[in-house]
């Protein structure tokens, strides 16, 4: 059970790595102003890396769990809180940015920083993961 939740754990880790840098990509070419586009990055943005990450959390907490760390594990904790930026950003500046160039409007560089600082976050969460310091 516990190498089914770990290779679930670091299979989830990397799509959403993968999909935080291809929401970048989008953002940097066309999906600021193109409708079409915009659709593709809210998808992608919405499955591949919003709920992505909480069934990652949700199998990350099972495998803290099955693996016995106490709660004091720290790297965990920081882990779990750069979680909340990814999501209090997702809403605020990236899902309205999206919604507005789906309407027809013209995205602003929010959209931008949004992903930017989504990747960012997911960097730290990813690197204290693999690096999971004593």
């Known amino acids: 059970m516990e190498t089914i939740l770990l290779s679930t754990h670091q299979l989830l880790a ?32 919405t499955l591949g890396v919003i ?8 199998v ?8 016995g760390w106490g709660v004091g594990t720290w790297w965990i904790w920081v882990s779990l809180a750069c979680w909340g930026p990814v999501e ?3 809403k ?5 940015e999206i919604e507005l160039v789906r309407d027809g409007g ?18 730290v969460i990813f690197g204290l993961m693999s690096a999971r310091p004593g």
Do not use: E, N, P
Request: aromatic share 6%; hydrophobic share 55%.
């Open 60 to 67: 990350g907490m099972a495998l803290w769990h099955s693996r």
């Open 14 to 45: 990397y799509l959403i790595f993968i999909v935080a840098i291809a929401d970048v990509v989008l953002v940097l070419t066309k999906a600021r102003s193109d409708a079409r586009l915009a659709s593709l990055l809210h998808w992608c943005h």
């Open 88 to 90: 209090v950003v997702g």
């Open 106 to 123: 013209q995205g602003s560089g929010r959209m931008l920083t949004g992903v930017a600082v989504q990747l960012l976050c997911v960097i």
């Open 51 to 58: 709920w992505a990450g909480r069934i990652t959390l949700i």
């Open 92 to 96: 605020r500046l990236v899902c309205t």
